[in-house]
C-alpha cells in the first residue's frame, strides 16, 4: 500500500516543531512512523503535512538520579529494552518496551509515539476497500459507531504497552506548547475518549517522561495471541510498595486493551491494599477489577473473553509479584 501525498518538514527546534503544529490545521507528528504511517497507508488518517521530530537533537536520552528517572520522548523502545540501568533500576518499563510489536517497531518505535499510539478498532483499523462496503464511522469522521451503533460515542480501545507499566510508577509528562511547557501525571495524558484519546492541545508536543524515586516491586504481564507482533488483548502492570511495618503504602494495577485509554482498578486497589494477600484477596481483587474495565468489541476478542483473561491476568500478577 501507497503513502498519499504529503508536505514534509523537519524542524530545528522542538519550538519550531509546536509552532508549525499549531498553525497548521492539517499537520500531524512523525516519530518513529510505526503506527502513523500504517494509518496513512489505510487513510484513515491524512495529514497534510508531516512533521518529523526525529531530527531533533536532545530528545534522545534515559538519565537517573536522586529525583527519578527521566526519559526523553524520542528514545527509542528498543533503547528502552535493552538499557542495562533499566532493567537493574526499572525493570518494568524495559519488560513492557520489550513486549512491544517486534523488533522494527521497538527500534524505529519511540516512547513518545508509544504513549500517544492511535486507539485502535477493527472498524477502524481496516483497508479503505473494508471499510468502503458502510458509511464512515466516528473514529474515520463519520456519524456512526459500528461497535455501539446507538450510541453517539467512539468506544475504540486503547492497546499501548507503555502507558500501564509508567501510570502503575506514577509516571508525569512534560509537554512543550505554544504557550510553553506543562507538566501532568501520565494518566492524565488520556481523555477515555476514542474519538479523541489525548488531552493535548493544538500545537503540544510530548517531550519528556519522568518517573518518580520507586523502591516497590513492579510486573507487566501481556495476554496476545502470538509471542510477537501483537497488540495486547488485555496487559497490566502492577506496582506495590510497603512501609517499614510491612504495610502496603502504594497498590497500583492498570489495564491496557479494556478501554478508551489505559484502565486503573482503584477500587481493587483499595481491596488489595486492604489484605491480607492470600488465596480470598486475590479472589476478590480480581472480581472487582474486572468490574471497573469496560473492554467493547473492538477487535476479535469478545468482552466477555477479555473480562475474563484480565481476571486470570490479574491473579497471575498477583502471585508472581509475591514469588
Ligand atoms: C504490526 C504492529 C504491531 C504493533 N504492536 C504493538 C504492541 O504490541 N504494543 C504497542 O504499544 N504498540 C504496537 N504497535 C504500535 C507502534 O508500533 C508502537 O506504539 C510505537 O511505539 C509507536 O511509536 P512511533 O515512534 O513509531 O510512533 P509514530 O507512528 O511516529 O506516532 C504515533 C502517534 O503519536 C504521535 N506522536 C509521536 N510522537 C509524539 C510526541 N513526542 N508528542 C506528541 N505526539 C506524538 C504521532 O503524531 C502519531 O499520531 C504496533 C504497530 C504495528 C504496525
Not at 490545521?25 to 487513510?43: E, S
Not at 499501548?160 to 512543550?176: R, V
Request: proline share 6%.
Amino acid at each position: 500500500m501507497r503513502l498519499p501525498a504529503f508536505d514534509y518538514i523537519e524542524p530545528k527546534t522542538l519550538k519550531e516543531a509546536a509552532k508549525r503544529l499549531a498553525s497548521n490545521k492539517g499537520a500531524v507528528l512523525l516519530a518513529g512512523g510505526t503506527d502513523l504511517l500504517v494509518n496513512m497507508k489505510h487513510r484513515v488518517i491524512m495529514p497534510k503535512q508531516i512533521i518529523h521530530l526525529k531530527a531533533l537533537p536532545k530528545l534522545q536520552y534515559i538519565t537517573s538520579g536522586k529525583e527519578g528517572l527521566k526519559i526523553g520522548a524520542l528514545t527509542t523502545l528498543h533503547e528502552i529494552a535493552t538499557s542495562p540501568m533499566l532493567k537493574e533500576r526499572w525493570n518494568i518499563i524495559a519488560q513492557a518496551a520489550q513486549e512491544v510489536g517486534a523488533y522494527a517497531h521497538q527500534s524505529m518505535g519511540t516512547l513518545g509515539g508509544n504513549l500517544c499510539q492511535e486507539n485502535r478498532c477493527r472498524f477502524f483499523n481496516q483497508s479503505p476497500f473494508w471499510r468502503g462496503v458502510r458509511p464512515p464511522c466516528l473514529k474515520a469522521g463519520g456519524k456512526v459507531c459500528y461497535v455501539v451503533p446507538k450510541g453517539n460515542k467512539c468506544y475504540s480501545t486503547y492497546c499501548g504497552d507503555m502507558a500501564p507499566a509508567l501510570i502503575a510508577l506514577g509516571a508525569q509528562i512534560k509537554i512543550e506548547g505554544m504557550e510553553g511547557e506543562r507538566s501532568l501525571p501520565l494518566k492524565k495524558l488520556y481523555t477515555h475518549n476514542g474519538k479523541k484519546p489525548l488531552a493535548l492541545k493544538k500545537g503540544e508536543i510530548l517531550k519528556e517522561v519522568f518517573v518518580p524515586p520507586a523502591s516497590g516491586k513492579a510486573l507487566y504481564l501481556k495476554w496476545r495471541v502470538r509471542e510477537s507482533l501483537e497488540f495486547p488483548i488485555v496487559s497490566l502492570a502492577l506496582y506495590v510498595e510497603k512501609d517499614q511495618k510491612d504495610q502496603i503504602k502504594k497498590a497500583r494495577i492498570v489495564f491496557s486493551g479494556v478501554g478508551s485509554g489505559p484502565v486503573e482498578a482503584t477500587l481493587a486497589e483499595r481491596i488489595w491494599k486492604a489484605g491480607p494477600l492470600n488465596e480470598q484477596t486475590i479472589e476478590k481483587v480480581a472480581e472487582q477489577a474486572v468490574k471497573e474495565i469496560s473492554p467493547m468489541r473492538t477487535s476479535i476478542h469478545s468482552p466477555a473473553y477479555k473480562r475474563k483473561m484480565a481476571g486470570i491476568l490479574l491473579k497471575e500478577a498477583l502471585k508472581q509479584i509475591y514469588s
